[in-house]
């Protein structure tokens, strides 16, 4: 896929704050330090749109982000949420996080997809679980994501995401921000929950098929 474009949008701390949908929207979750910022950046083949940091908990906002394609042509947003489980902020603050979080994913109507991320070091604790079962009770598509690849052996890296797998049923993408793995998979699948695809306009559910779709 070509990205024609991709800005910042606008950020809020509550959900009443954010402008209303205009377009699919696809979040990103995940504990905080996890590179939910660098994945999107990486995404996106820019460098700096999404600020990230070395510091956890550095994103404390929801961040909009508008991305528009060349090939398939279409516009989605992408949504960067606050990370979860920072254990040096304090019981409160961590809820509030949890709240805007879960706010936004129960009361956002052009949610299609949340990107629910883990280190692939550390697979998916108890928080990545229920974040994950939230997503679902809600109704949107969960995408899992491993990140952060390259920490692992070209070796480690197959028989790891095999167990992750195993251990969640379902597919787990690998990827890592600073090479680039898996990162066209990856946008394939979150073009799919988006019901993107080549001959598919936004909301034209299954207009399109998984064979057209492989072929972006
Ligand atoms: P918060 O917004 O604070 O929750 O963090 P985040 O999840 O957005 O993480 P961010 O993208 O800011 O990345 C955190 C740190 O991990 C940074 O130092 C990144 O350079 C590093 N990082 C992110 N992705 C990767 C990756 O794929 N590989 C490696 N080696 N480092 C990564
Ligand atoms: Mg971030």
């Given at each position: 896929m070509r990205i024609r474009d991709a800005r910042y949008l606008a950020s809020a701390t509550g959900t009443s704050q954010l402008p209303p949908p205009a377009f699919a929207e696809v979040a990103f979750a995940g504990r905080?330090?996890?590179?939910k910022s660098s994945l999107m950046n990486c995404l996106l083949r820019r460098k700096k749109l999404v600020r990230t940091s070395g510091t956890p908990g550095c994103t404390r906002a929801i961040n909009l982000f508008r991305v528009e394609l060349a090939e398939p042509e279409a516009t989605l947003d992408f949504v960067d949420l606050p990370g979860y489980?920072?254990?040096?902020?304090s019981k409160a603050e961590r809820k509030s996080w949890g709240k805007l979080i879960e706010d936004f994913l129960a009361n956002r109507p052009g949610l299609r997809g949340v990107v629910c991320i883990v280190d692939v070091r550390r697979g998916f604790e108890p928080d990545d679980l229920e974040l994950i079962e939230f997503v679902e009770h809600v109704g949107v598509t969960p995408v899992l994501v491993a990140t952060k690849l390259d920490k692992l052996s070209a070796s480690q890296r197959k028989l790891r995401l095999l167990t992750l797998e195993k251990e969640m049923g379902r597919p787990v993408h690998g990827v890592s921000a600073e090479t680039e793995e898996g990162r066209e998979l990856l946008f394939t699948a979150i073009l799919r929950v988006a019901s993107i695809g080549p001959t598919a306009k936004l909301k034209g559910e299954d207009a399109t098929s998984d064979a057209e779709i492989s072929e972006i």
């Amino acid at each position: 896929m070509r990205i024609r474009d991709a800005r910042y949008l606008a950020s809020a701390t509550g959900t009443s704050q954010l402008p209303p949908p205009a377009f699919a929207e696809v979040a990103f979750a995940g504990r905080s330090n996890v590179g939910k910022s660098s994945l999107m950046n990486c995404l996106l083949r820019r460098k700096k749109l999404v600020r990230t940091s070395g510091t956890p908990g550095c994103t404390r906002a929801i961040n909009l982000f508008r991305v528009e394609l060349a090939e398939p042509e279409a516009t989605l947003d992408f949504v960067d949420l606050p990370g979860y489980g920072y254990a040096q902020r304090s019981k409160a603050e961590r809820k509030s996080w949890g709240k805007l979080i879960e706010d936004f994913l129960a009361n956002r109507p052009g949610l299609r997809g949340v990107v629910c991320i883990v280190d692939v070091r550390r697979g998916f604790e108890p928080d990545d679980l229920e974040l994950i079962e939230f997503v679902e009770h809600v109704g949107v598509t969960p995408v899992l994501v491993a990140t952060k690849l390259d920490k692992l052996s070209a070796s480690q890296r197959k028989l790891r995401l095999l167990t992750l797998e195993k251990e969640m049923g379902r597919p787990v993408h690998g990827v890592s921000a600073e090479t680039e793995e898996g990162r066209e998979l990856l946008f394939t699948a979150i073009l799919r929950v988006a019901s993107i695809g080549p001959t598919a306009k936004l909301k034209g559910e299954d207009a399109t098929s998984d064979a057209e779709i492989s072929e972006i």
